[in-house]
């Protein structure tokens, strides 16, 4: 077997599989920081209740996105991260805001707790405009051109909808009484926006970057990948219809909205990936031409299926513990 | 004025490294204390320490904060500031730190939500078994990233092809000959960081008022760290030294402000080193003191500064950061003797006769915090011009940004960290001035076994 070329895809896969579930875990907790404002004073602790044992976890998968394309493409590490020097900046000053607060709010003395849950909020909104911002300029190929960087705009308003959507899901399962109504109306308020967002992109993709349009559209290519659009349109509908079904939502369904939601992450995750594949940087370098040496890739690669299923256990294992509705956040 | 974007990506990295290591520092050895409140409590069933346990894991949580968003920082500015590292060091760097990400971030984050708030959703045992995980985690992290830091210092189980690192021997390269020293002297600062930090903490309350048996208890636990470690520390420091003489000489030598090769170079104590000059303004020496320290013997070579070319470190920042350090540690030891004297042979709690202690461990409340940071300088900023030592220059691997732009994040960081540490101390310092609950403890309470009390009556805070 051919580890020089299995190693690189084994990783490629690894960085994608992260990738796609920290925008999922941290894309509700991103989200809800977003949705904080709207909500009153009681109701701010029940969201910040509903996030507390799990963000930090959930943020360690973008160091892990981020660890992987450092340990297994370090060519492209340098080339990405460099290009995305002002968004990675952004990104990481509203993580750090919105990740400090979280304790701040409830530490630094009640005077001070507005300011702290302003400051949530800004840094989410920071965190989750810069990531749409680089994911766009990535999808484009870091060119930074004005076409590419419209798009990578569009991207960089596509993202918070997304996470508000994925945010106001969590609340669905992780709150009740008047706060979950709040969350039914989120969630209906920013379906359609989301949907808009996401039907643009994917007619600007093909127009903004000659390669993915050449690989969308030629045949027999475009009739494998029509299950792709399909299923994800069914999943948006079924987002909507859960939103909209107030049996489903009373019946204790509501975390069918959640799971419509990560359909469509994993899908829009192939999608990309196809798109991409095989560069790990569009039409500047393969994932083969980034990989760093094959007995570097091995050692870690051991490391990686040793440990990634525990890790995925222990992550299960806490959801389960923190399962059911978001009660007042106790350290006692 | 046009600043060189070189010194500005350094002074950047600098900026986060040192706000970062701050809170790690902390973390790392106050995990562990928190596992020992923790187990007394269980054996025990004096509420007091679970009192303990309960103030102090609010504080834990705060750092453990701060420390996780500034840590996600540097991970992206090895890619933003320093692509040539991980382009040309990457096989080895890369999996070093794959491997922290792994088996201890994810550790750490995952069990640090049973630990902080899962107290009433599992069981005793496996409250404490998370704390452990906990505490294991965040010193598997400083185990990784030292062994990475260390490579950098003392490079082995490598070879070089065309200027790109390949492994040999992971091994090796793994535990490379400053790995253990530094290892050893960082898990060993942070129980001293943490140590001091709980005695300056309780001290404080004491002084306020505010205090309660468990604020007193937790005085006495950092009193007897303090006294133990703080001395073991200046031995590792010794014997870490040593190593360093022995493999980065050039290091030593600005650490020393030794300018010429000589046998039996003198200790120089105070001084102003003089780059242009080569030579040390206004110095006060030891004759024979430096050979004695760091060859163990009264006529001892020591290699020079001038020895070197231009390949030295800054020697005025390295010089004054040793000193900082070696004064701080000293202290440390004096004020740690004192403590566990005051503390454990007097067996006094009463605020007005230990008045002047409760001062000294107040003043001494970051001491950790000055030592970590200046002994890091010193062990940074005299790895320099290199980021491999000998082999990779650190101007080599500089990314093309312009200054503007440099200068521009510098300064928003700067503000940021500057307005977070204010802030993290501002709430510290709130969080110190809610009285004690374990005031309300009658002695009959503090003698029952085990199981949670209701309550009610407790005011304020633990």
Redesign the interface.
Known sequence: MDLGYWLPLFFAGAMGLALLIYVVLDGYDLGIGLLLPFADEDEKDVMVAAIGPFWDANETWIVLGVGILLIAFPQAHGLVLTSLYLPVTLMLMGLILRGVSFDFRVKAGDKHKAKWNMLFAVGSLIASVSQGWMLGAFVTGLTGDATNTLFAFLIALALPALYIMLGASWLLIKTEGALFKKAVHWGRLAVLPMGAFLLLISIATPLVSATIAEKWFTLPNAIGLMPIPIATGLAYAGLIWVFNSNRILHNGYGWLAFLSLIVMCVLASIGLAYSLFPDIVLGRLSIWEAASATESLLFTFWGTVITLPMILCYTFFIYRVFRGKATDLSYE | MEFDPFLLARLQFAANISFHILFPTITIGLCWVLFYFRLRYTFSGDKAWEYAY?FW??IF??S???G??????M??Q???NW??F??RA??????L???E???A???E??????M???????SNRLHLVSCALVAVGTSFSAFWILSLNSWMQTPTGFRLEDGVF??DS?WEAIFNPSFPYRLAHMLNASLLTAAFLIMGVSAWRARRQVDGPATWKVMRTGALMAAVLAPLQVWIGDLHGLNTLEHQPAKIAAMEGIWETEKGAPLTLFGFPDEEAKTNHMAITIPHGASLILTHDWNGEIQGLNEFGDDIPPVAPVFWSFRVMVGVGMLMVLVGWWAAWGLFRRRDENRDNQIWLLRALSVMTFSGWVAVLAGWYVTEIGRQPWIVSGLLRTSEVV???SSA?VMG?LF??VL?YAF?LV?YI??LR??ATKPARSLTLTPQQRAMKAERIDDESAQGEA
């Not at chain 2, 984050?109 to 049973?114: D, K, P, R, V």
């Open positions: 309960f894991v609010k949580a705060l453990f904060a701060l996780v968003v500034s840590g996600i920082t991970s992206f090895f890619g933003t692509p040539g991980m382009e990457g096989n080895i760097a890369g999996p730190l794959g491997y990400v792994l088996t971030f994810f550790l984050a995952s069990f640090l939500g049973i902080l708030f899962g107290k009433n959703r599992v390949f492994v992971w990314a093309d940004h732009t994040t928003g960081y940021l977070l802030s501002a709430a709130y969080m």
